[in-house]
């Protein structure tokens, strides 16, 4: 989902968080989280999960259901 990689990708760079970082945090390889903002590959739900709270955005809003990045609005 090239939303979802481009949202990942703004969340961790406002943030100012290095890829390897956010990888750590998740529990992922560097690779594994770098397929994700590359588009290569998409996370499995619960990493997903873990990213939306990680980020205290809405799943909704991580995969382009909305602009609202929210939980709960």
Same mark, same amino acid.
């Given at each position: 989902?090239?939303?979802?990689?481009?949202?990942?990708?703004? %969340?961790?760079? !406002?943030? $100012?968080? *290095? =890829?390897?970082?956010?990888?750590? #945090? %998740?529990?992922? !390889?560097? $690779?594994? *989280? =770098?397929?994700?903002?590359?588009? #290569?590959?998409?996370?499995?739900?619960?990493?997903?999960?873990?990213?939306?709270?990680?980020?205290?955005?809405?799943?909704?809003?991580?995969?382009?259901?909305?602009?609202?990045?929210?939980?709960?609005?």
């Amino acid at each position: 989902m090239e939303i979802l990689a481009k949202r990942l990708k703004a %969340l961790r760079e !406002s943030r $100012r968080i *290095y =890829q390897r970082e956010m990888a750590e #945090q %998740l529990g992922l !390889s560097f $690779r594994g *989280y =770098q397929g994700y903002e590359t588009n #290569q590959t998409e996370p499995k739900l619960a990493t997903l999960i873990a990213i939306a709270d990680y980020y205290h955005v809405s799943i909704d809003y991580l995969v382009g259901r909305t602009d609202d990045p929210n939980i709960n609005r």
